[in-house]
């Protein structure tokens, strides 16, 4: 039986030295400023391109891998033996999915080595990040490819998302927007709350920051009466209210979070700062 290597996108934020322990091979999306790509994998931190979104003068735009970004990846692995799960970003929202079995196709039809199975997600950042980090422990524990796969699905059968932004804005000047038009116009100036299935869809809309922030706490309650007692957070240029989050967390859940990061360019874009976010499925999924 071949090994099994988990593959995915740099949508999930991971802090990546977590992503290299559990041995997730990445391939970079990219964002430019109608200048070449920029590689989201190869930035130390974001702040250079948050300070310049916030200046607003131009907005960026972002693109999926190519074929060619997937084969190298995907090449290097197969002739080692291994077999591969590639676990991507939500198709309704990016194409990154559509691309990857677009890669195994081509790889298939060339009938080389080792097997591949593509999963979208439906989902992103600590989402898909949740998943990759249950669908690694599968792997390490010598489930084959199958296995690893139908655990990966049913951990996202389990998964728990929110996440609250400062403004609708900058979904709508991205073309992201999704299930929440509903709440533009005036509603540009509350605060939602939304999460990631196969597109960006509404959960409720609050007035102020503060509420904001009480119902990611009271989202990590119900996680936690819900079985889905392995958390994370993370935000985008808000640290302070990230570490508030973190602090409550760890009075709910009497333990300390998966991980805590920042979210990058490629959902940045379109979301802004000031986005603070929780995830959670159930520690059972993490099996080593």
Same mark, same amino acid.
Not at 65 to 72: C, E, Q, R, T
Not at 193 to 199: A, C, G, R, W
Not at 224 to 246: C, F, N, S, T, Y
């Given at each position: ?10 949508? $999930? ?15 970079s999306l990219y964002y430019n400023w109608g200048e070449e790509p920029y590689r989201e994998f190869d930035m130390p931190d974001f702040n250079v391109f948050y300070e310049r979104l916030r !200046?607003?003068k131009e907005f960026p735009t972002t693109s999926q891998p190519s074929i060619g970004d997937y084969l190298a990846v995907y090449e290097p692995l197969l002739d080692k033996g291994s077999d ?6 939500? %198709? ?13 196709e081509l790889l298939d039809e060339r009938g080389g080595k080792g097997q591949i199975e593509v999963i979208d997600s439906q989902t992103a950042c600590a989402g898909l990040a949740a998943v ?18 139908? $655990? ?34 005036? %509603? ?15 959960? *409720?809309?609050?007035?102020?920051? %503060?509420?904001?922030? *009480? ?6 309650? %119900? ?23 973190? !602090? ?13 990061? *920042? ?26």
């Amino acid at each position: 039986m071949a090994p099994v290597t988990i593959v995915t996108d740099t949508t $999930h934020y991971l802090p990546r030295t977590l992503a290299e322990s559990n041995d997730i091979h990445q391939v970079s999306l990219y964002y430019n400023w109608g200048e070449e790509p920029y590689r989201e994998f190869d930035m130390p931190d974001f702040n250079v391109f948050y300070e310049r979104l916030r !200046e607003g003068k131009e907005f960026p735009t972002t693109s999926q891998p190519s074929i060619g970004d997937y084969l190298a990846v995907y090449e290097p692995l197969l002739d080692k033996g291994s077999d591969i799960l590639s676990i991507h970003f939500s %198709s309704g929202i990016s194409g990154t999915y559509a691309t990857a079995t677009q890669a195994k196709e081509l790889l298939d039809e060339r009938g080389g080595k080792g097997q591949i199975e593509v999963i979208d997600s439906q989902t992103a950042c600590a989402g898909l990040a949740a998943v990759l980090l249950s669908a690694a422990s599968a792997s390490r524990t010598g489930q084959d490819l199958a296995g690893t796969a139908a $655990h990966t699905r049913e951990t996202r059968a389990n998964l728990k998302l929110w996440f609250s932004i400062d403004t609708l804005e900058y979904l709508q000047r991205g073309g992201r927007i999704g299930k929440a038009q509903e709440w533009l116009g005036s %509603s540009l100036k509350i605060k939602p709350i939304l999460t990631i299935t196969d597109q960006i869809r509404p959960v *409720e809309r609050v007035r102020t920051a %503060s509420r904001a922030f *009480e119902r990611m706490v009271d989202y990590l309650q %119900s996680c936690k009466r819900d079985g889905a007692d392995a958390w994370m957070v993370q935000h985008i240029q808000a640290p302070e209210q990230a570490q508030k989050l973190v !602090e409550r967390g760890r009075e709910i859940f009497d333990s300390e979070p998966v991980f805590v990061s *920042e979210i990058g360019p490629v959902i940045g874009a379109y979301t802004g700062p000031g986005l603070i976010g929780v995830g959670a499925i159930p520690s059972r999924f993490l099996l080593d």
